[in-house]
C-alpha cells in the first residue's frame, strides 16, 4: 500500500514570503497522477495542480507544482493572505486506488 | 455548470443504519465514476471507494471495504454512500467528488460536493 508524505505537518510564512510544500511517496507516483489541493477551515477541498504540474483552471501562476518518482513539491512564490490554509497532495494508481497525504498546515506568522 | 449537491447534515444513534446522497448536475452523469472522501474532525482526507454510474462498478479502498456500500442511480444521477450499522468513530464530513476532465484517468478530484456532516451519538 502507497504512503505518501507531507513535510513540513506545519509551515509558519508571512505573506509575501515563497512557500515550499513536499511530498514523498512510499513507492514511485506517474506524475500524471499526482494532484495537490487546498482545503479551508469549512470548506471542501479545491484542485490547485494535477498532473505533478499543471495548474487547474483559475489558480494562480503563483502556485506552482514539480518532482518526479517519489518525491514531489508545491511551491507557492509569494504568499497572499488567502493561501493561509491545508494543503494535501494526492496519488491514484496504486493500491489503495486514490490515497491522500496527511496534510500541510500553511500557517501566519 | 458541473455540481455535486449533498443531502443534509444526518444525527444517528450507534448501531442505526444511514444512507446520504450525492446528486449530479451539469453533466452526463454515467460518464464520470464519483469518489466517496472521509474527513474525520480536524483530520485529513481519506479516499473511501468509488462507482461509475454507468454500469455501477464499485471499487473500494481496504480500509473501508465491507464498512460501507456505495451505489448510484443513475434514473436521477445520485450516488449514495451507506451503512448497515453506525459507530460512534463513523463520525466525519462525506464529501462526494468527481474528476476533472484534465485529469488523466479520471486521476484526480476537480468537482466536489459541498460535505455531508455525520454525526454518530448515543
Known amino acids: 500500500e502507497i504512503v505518501l508524505t507531507q513535510s513540513p505537518g506545519t509551515l509558519s510564512l508571512s505573506p509575501g514570503e515563497r512557500a515550499t510544500l513536499s511530498c514523498r511517496a512510499s513507492?514511485?507516483?506517474?506524475?500524471?497522477?499526482l494532484a495537490w489541493y487546498q482545503q479551508k477551515p469549512g470548506q471542501a477541498p479545491r484542485l490547485l495542480i494535477y498532473?505533478?504540474?499543471s495548474r487547474a483552471t483559475g489558480i494562480p501562476d503563483r502556485f506552482s507544482g514539480s518532482g518526479s518518482g517519489t518525491d514531489f513539491t508545491l511551491t507557492i512564490s509569494r504568499l497572499e493572505p488567502e493561501d493561509f490554509a491545508v494543503y494535501y497532495c494526492q496519488q491514484y494508481g496504486s493500491s489503495p486506488l486514490y490515497s491522500f497525504g496527511q496534510g500541510t498546515k500553511l500557517e501566519i506568522k | 455548470e458541473v455540481q455535486l449537491v449533498q443531502s443534509g447534515a444526518e444525527v444517528k444513534k450507534p448501531g442505526e443504519s444511514l444512507k446520504i446522497s450525492c446528486k449530479g448536475s451539469g453533466y452526463s452523469f454515467t460518464s464520470y465514476w464519483i469518489g466517496w472522501v472521509r474527513q474525520m474532525p480536524g483530520k485529513g482526507l481519506e479516499w473511501m471507494g468509488i462507482i461509475y454510474p454507468g454500469d455501477s462498478d464499485t471499487r473500494y479502498s481496504p480500509s473501508f471495504q465491507g464498512q460501507v456500500t456505495i451505489s448510484a442511480d443513475k434514473s436521477i444521477s445520485t450516488a449514495y454512500l451507506q451503512w448497515s450499522s453506525l459507530k460512534a468513530s463513523d463520525t466525519a464530513m462525506y464529501y462526494c467528488a468527481r474528476p476533472h476532465p484534465h485529469c488523466s484517468g479520471g486521476s484526480c478530484y476537480g468537482y466536489w460536493g459541498q460535505g455531508t456532516l455525520v454525526t454518530v451519538s448515543s
Open positions: 498532473g505533478a504540474s
Open positions: 513507492q514511485s507516483v506517474s506524475s500524471s497522477y
